[in-house]
Nanobody, 127 residues
Framework: QVQLVESGGGLVQAGGSLRLSCAAS????????MAWFRQAPGKEREFLGC????????AYGDSVNGRFTLIRDVAKNTLDLQINSLNPDDTAVYYC????????????????????WGQGTQVSVSS
């Protein structure tokens, strides 16, 4: 079973950028489809992006609007999330998730599809 640990969150001003990192241990990231979600207070968990096991396929959530980019580093066994042009609506706890799969190209967008989760990292954006 893979263990996931997120890092890189913090307090940033609107317009700034952050790079969140998800470190996987126990299994190689190449055996999983991996994703990022976020959850703001009082709201449901929101899908941000997913990368397939092979790394050849990615899918992003409708609210991303080109500001979020998934970056997988196989050597480091990490999946990063680059976020640009931050605004206060991006304030949330950001979670990394993983799903073991035999498919090289399939991606998933629902949180119930992912059995493995990190503890989350808080991102707060001030106006």
């Amino acid at each position: 079973q893979v263990q996931l640990v997120e890092s890189g969150g913090g307090l940033v001003q609107a317009g700034g950028s952050l790079r969140l990192s998800c470190a996987a241990s126990g299994r190689a990231v190449t055996t999983y489809a991996m994703a990022w979600f976020r959850q703001a207070p009082g709201k449901e968990r929101e899908f941000l992006g997913c990368i397939s096991r092979s790394g050849f396929q990615t899918a992003y959530g409708d609210s991303v609007n080109g500001r979020f980019t998934l970056i997988r580093d196989v050597a480091k066994n990490t999946l990063d999330l680059q976020i640009n042009s931050l605004n206060p609506d991006d304030t949330a706890v950001y979670y990394c998730a993983a799903k073991a799969t035999f498919s090289d190209i399939r991606v998933w967008k629902t949180d119930t599809a992912f059995p493995s989760w990190g503890q989350g990292t808080q991102v707060s954006v001030s106006s």
